[in-house]
């Protein structure tokens, strides 16, 4: 039935045990039906710790502050690029240890969007992602990236509930 199956992680430690069991039911369902399994990790570039406002008009403050800021994000981003290689890899191995045939890809840009690119492209027959369990006010305000690739993507979905938040379930 399956035969392309996408899964994306994140290496974000908020999220681990979500992720970890997302990663588990994808190699399960990619072992029973002898299924390909693509691992895929999108960062965005501008989130939290990366974006910094100077960085858009930094000269006007003062000129040597835009080269130091250029270089600090290229930096981070490179940290950033080289810890989603090392969770991929690490994945990778620990999917074909199970049997799965397995390889990966990192990309950066808007999570939701990526993953329905990259599931597009590859052709895949499932996207399996994570659901960190907000809803309402929350998710509208952090975003949902289940919820886009839930409209967006170009195949089957399955998402991975997590733990439902207290605060989110009223």
Request: charged residues 20%.
């Amino acid at each position: 039935m399956f035969q392309k199956i996408l899964v994306a992680v994140d290496n974000n430690t908020e999220k681990t045990e979500i992720d970890r069991h997302v990663f588990d039911e994808a190699v399960s369902l990619a072992k029973a039906m002898n299924a390909h399994l693509m691992l895929l990790h999108v960062f965005y570039p501008f989130d939290d710790e990366f974006f910094n406002p100077l960085v858009v008009e930094p000269h006007i403050v003062h000129p040597t502050l835009y080269t130091e800021t250029s270089n600090q994000y290229i930096k981070r981003l490179e940290e950033c690029k080289q810890e989603g290689v090392d969770l991929l890899t690490s994945l990778r191995e620990q999917a074909i240890t199970a049997g799965v045939t397995a390889e990966f890809t990192l990309k950066a840009g808007d999570a939701g969007r990526m993953i329905c690119e990259v599931a597009r492209n590859w052709e895949a027959d499932l996207i399996v992602v994570g659901r960190r369990g907000y809803r309402g006010f929350s998710e509208f305000l952090l975003g949902s990236v289940s919820n886009y690739v839930l409209h967006h993507a170009p195949c089957s979905v399955l998402t991975v509930q997590g733990a439902i938040h207290a605060s989110a379930a009223s």
